[in-house]
C-alpha cells in the first residue's frame, strides 16, 4: 500500500511559523503505472515526477540516487516500491529539508532536522551532499533566504568544510551557465543577498564562478568615502540596499558588478581607481557572457557600470555633455530603462555606512534633464528639414542642448 508525504521546504516553513508557498509530495510503495492508473499526469524527464489530476501539485516516487559523472547532471535514478521513506530522504541536501509529514501531521525525521531548525542551521544529510555541486549554490541561497532574526541560520562548520572540498575538487567547475544564473538570480532576489556572496566566499566557490566579483574584496574604496572600507563590502552593502528597496532583479544585477573594473586596478594606483568604469564594463560583458545572462539584466548592468561614474558628475556637466549621456544609453527610445539605472547608481551612493548624511540629488537632477528634452517634438522638426533630412539628426540634438540649458538655468 503506498504512502504520500509532504517533503522538504514546506515542512521546514511549516515548522518555522512561516508562509507555506508550495507543496512537494513523495509517493512510497508505489510505481509509475500505479500513478498513471490514478489519473496523475507524468511530468519528470530524469526520474518519475506527477502532476495531481485535480491540484496540479507535483507527486514524485520515492527514488535514490547514483553518481556516475562529474557536475549535478552526472546521476543515475533508482524508483522502486520498494524503495523507503529514509531511502530518499537521506539522498536530500540538508536535514532541514530532509523532514517528511504524512496526511496526519505525523513527522519523520530521521536525520535530525527539527534540532537544526531549532537551532538554527544548515546542515548537510549525508556525504552524498558532495555529489550534487548545486547544493553550495542552494545553501549559499538558504542562507541569503533566512538572514534576519528570529530566522537567521548560518552554516555549519562541517558543511562549509566539506563544501570547500568539493570546489577543490573542481565539482563547481562542472556546473552550466543556466544553472549557475538560475541559483544567483534567485540568491539577488532574497532579502539579504550579501550572505550567499559570505558563503561562496567561506568555500572558495565565488573565485570559481564569479573571480571578476572576488577580486573586489581588499581592494580599497577611493579614499574620499570614510568610513574606509573596501570595494568588496561596499558592493555587498549596495545589493542589501537594494534588497532593502524592493528593486527589481536588472537593477540589483547591475548594482552587484557596477564596480568590477576596481577589482584590476594596479595596487601601485591604490585607492584610486581612475577609468574604472570602462574597464568594469568590459567585465560586465565578460561576466553576462559566461553565465548567459538575460538582455535585460545584460544591458543595464553594462550602462551602469560604464556610466555610474558620470551619473555621479552630471550636475557639473555642460549640455551637449548631458545630451551624450543620455543618448548613448538611449534614454529618449527607453526611458525606463535609463531611470532603472539611476536607481542601480543611487544604490551604489547608499552602499555604505553612515547613511544618514549621504544624499543622490543627481538622480532627480537627470529626470528633469530628461523630461526636459522629451517635450522636444522631433516630429516637428523632422517636417521642418524634410528637404534636408541630413539635418535632422544634429537639429534634434541641438533642440535638446537648448532644453537642457535651459534647465540648468532654472
Sequence with gaps: MSRTYVVGGAVRDSLLGLPVQDKDYVVVGSSPEQMLAQGFLPVGKDFPVFLHPKTHEEYALARTERKTAAGYKGFVFHTDPQVTLEQDLIRRDLTV?????????????????????????????????????????????????????????????????????????????????????????RGLMEIKPSRMFEVLRECGALRRILPELDALWGVPQPAKYHPEIDTGVHVMLAIDYAAAQGYSLPIRFAALLHDLGKGVTPPALWPAHHGHEEHSARLVNQVCLRLKAPSECRDLAYMTARDHGNIGRAPEMRASTLVDLLSRNDAFRKPQRFLDMLTATECDCFGRTGLDHIRFPQAAYLKQILAAMQHIDAGAIARHYQDHPQRIPEAIREARILAAQQMKAD
Design 97 to 185: 529539508n530532509a523532514i517528511a509529514q504524512d496526511q496526519d501531521g505525523v513527522l519523520t525525521d530521521p536525520f535530525g532536522g527539527q534540532a537544526d531548525l531549532q537551532q538554527r542551521l544548515f546542515r548537510h544529510v549525508s556525504p552524498a551532499f558532495a555529489e550534487d555541486p548545486v547544493r553550495i549554490l542552494r545553501v549559499a541561497r538558504f542562507a541569503a533566504r533566512f538572514s534576519v532574526e528570529p530566522y537567521a541560520f548560518s552554516v555549519a562548520p562541517e558543511t562549509v568544510c566539506l563544501m570547500r572540498e568539493m570546489v577543490e575538487a573542481g565539482e563547481v567547475d562542472a556546473l552550466v551557465p543556466e544553472r549557475i544564473w538560475q541559483e544567483l538570480s
